[in-house]
């Protein structure tokens, strides 16, 4: 074999086999990861909601920032949710995420789209339109809530 070729062959297996273990992961650090991306929507989104329901005064630039977080982790999420992390850790995921995953992608993107309006709604300066897009997110969030999501 030449010595070119069996490098080549030698380089090509060492990705391989990397790709493989980084694609491993335990589903208890996939469990961790989702659920601290959700803890990180859930303390911009409170603020928000307050604000929303007139129960903190309005601010409209600090309603953006975190509306802009609310997006950036909304595209987080999924990720969080790989074959085999139903167990191993705490969770309130329902085993029909798993089941039924094009229905569960599907909503994840409709929150994913619905955050992103979001962000731009409220990077503008109109009140009623932020509101009107925290509405819709928050209404993304319900609807696979609803499906997929264990109450306590």
């Known amino acids: 074999m030449r010595p070119a070729f069996a490098a080549a062959m030698l380089a090509t297996a060492g990705f391989v086999l990397s790709a493989g273990v980084t ?66 850790a705490k969770t309130d995921a329902k085993p029909a995420i798993w089941q039924n995953t094009a229905d569960f992608k599907a909503k994840m993107q409709a929150f994913q789209d619905a955050s992103a309006d979001l962000a731009k709604a409220a990077a503008g300066s109109d009140v009623e339109a932020s509101k009107q897009a925290f509405a819709k997110t928050a209404e993304a969030c319900k609807s696979c809530h609803e499906k997929y999501r264990a109450e306590d």
Not at 36 to 58: D, E, L, T
């Open 23 to 88: 694609a491993a992961v335990k589903p208890e650090t996939a469990i961790h990861y989702r659920q601290g991306v959700y803890h990180a929507i859930a303390w911009n989104f409170a603020p928000m909601n307050a604000m929303v329901r007139g129960k903190q005064p309005w601010d409209q630039a600090d309603f953006a920032r975190r509306a802009a977080r609310v997006a950036f982790y909304s595209q987080q999420l999924l990720e969080g949710f790989p074959p085999g992390s139903d167990a191993g």
